[in-house]
């Protein structure tokens, strides 16, 4: 599929960078958009280990869902709309690598949902945060009601969404809404650094701890500990663990493949 709002490259060995970009929007997700990143998600290098996922230019990541899209909408169209979005993040918090959102700047409504979405949010120091959705007539349509709660817990997530008020970096990192702040010109840089750092270990036990975490969520703790327990006993089926453990007894780096 040819894109027109996405742009993909690896930086570095492993390393994916998918760029969202709609310049008159700011990055707003707009139906074409969401159905590119469909495709995208579907089809994913293989080669990627850690996939980074930004916005063009240096003003925003994703200022939101796109409100000229949606205003004319009825409530089936607006049905479709919220399917669409809250699939493809589906998608996306479920590929088997490791996600991070790389907020370059505003991060509002559809915005915001979509960094809940990925693993990690590491963010610049002039970024803005919100769901300001409610201020539009809406409530958060892409599952950030849900996301949002979860990451943040229930206190945070109905501050900012009921009151729909935008948040600075520091507050974000205050609601563990990000798990990192650094000056924009820093941002590209550290992002690749939590890659790298990712990639180190083996890519089988990383992979077997997302779906752990990501399965292990909705079930009943002891559902949860007995899932834990399988992934864990496969990871002994994969060489990484005889590798991993063996350097650590040889007192030497491991070498994952
Ligand atoms: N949708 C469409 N266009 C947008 C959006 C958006 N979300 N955000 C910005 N733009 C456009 C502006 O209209 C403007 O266009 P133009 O140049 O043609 O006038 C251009 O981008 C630049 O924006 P501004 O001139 O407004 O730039 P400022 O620096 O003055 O302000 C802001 C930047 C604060 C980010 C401001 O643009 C803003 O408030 N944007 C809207 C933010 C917002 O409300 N986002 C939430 C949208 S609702 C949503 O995301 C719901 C998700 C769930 C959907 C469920 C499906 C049904």
Known sequence: MEYKYLEFSMPEDGIGLLTLSAPQSLNALNSGMLRELDD???????????????????????AGADISEMQPLDEAGAL?????????????????????????????????????????????????????????????????TV???RIVGPAFAKELIYTGKTIDASEAYRMGLVNAVVPAEQLMEEALQWARRIMANSRVAVSYAKRSIQESADLPM?????????????????????????????KRKPRYK
């Not at 994913?44 to 930004?54: A, F, G, I, K, Y």
């Not at 002891?222 to 650590?248: H, P």
């Open 147 to 149: 996301r949002l709660t």
């Open 40 to 62: 995208f998600v579907q089809h994913v290098p293989s080669e990627v280990r850690v996939l980074l996922v930004t916005g063009a230019g240096s003003k925003a990541f994703v």
């Open 222 to 250: 002891d559902d949860a500990i007995a899932l834990e327990n399988r992934y864990f006993a496969q990871c002994f089926l994969a060489e990484d663990q005889k590798e991993g453990m063996t350097a650590f007894l040889e």
């Open 80 to 144: 479709e709309f919220a399917r669409l979005g809250s699939s493809v993040f589906r998608k996306i918090e479920l590929l088997p690598v490791p996600v991070i959102a790389v907020m370059n700047g505003y991060a509002l409504g559809g915005g915001c949902e979509l960094a809940l979405a990925c693993d990690l949010r590491i963010t610049s120091e002039r970024s803005r945060f919100g769901q300001p959705e409610v201020g539009l007539g809406i409530i958060p349509g892409f599952s950030g």
